[in-house]
Nanobody
Framework: QVQLVESGGGLVQVGGSLRLSCAAS????????MGWFRQAPGKEREFVTA????????YYADSVKGRFIISRDNAENTVYLQMNSLKPEDTAVYYC???????????????WGQGTQVTVSS
């Protein structure tokens, strides 16, 4: 069955960097669009970024544009989220998701990982 497993979360200071990984199995990864979402306590899960199947198109939420970078390695069946200049408001559980077209909407993704906690402290 399809599995998406996030890793790389942790505690980081304001202004620091963190790199998240999402390893996929059980699906045609090279044909799937991949996205990252996050959910802070008491808030809805929100779109962060997405990348097309080829890696040629990327999309970012305004809140992370210029700070976060999504990339993928189809040979490794892995999508990455490089997070720079982290702010306290970036604190959330980060989820990776797989779908059949890059989208900013949660319901356009068929599969989800379990999430990894990112905490940004001052």
């Amino acid at each position: 069955q399809v599995q998406l497993v996030e890793s790389g979360g942790g505690l980081v200071q304001v202004g620091g960097s963190l790199r998240l990984s999402c390893a996929a199995s059980g699906l045609a990864f090279s044909s799937a669009a991949m996205g990252w979402f996050r959910q802070a306590p008491g808030k809805e899960r929100e779109f962060v970024t997405a990348v097309s199947w080829s890696g040629g198109s990327t999309y970012y939420a305004d809140s992370v544009k210029g700070r976060f970078i999504i990339s993928r390695d189809n040979a490794e069946n892995t999508v990455y989220l490089q997070m720079n200049s982290l702010k306290p408001e970036d604190t959330a559980v980060y989820y990776c998701a797989a779908g059949w077209g890059a989208s900013k909407k949660r319901y356009d993704y068929d599969y989800w990982g379990q999430g990894t906690q990112v905490t940004v402290s001052s």
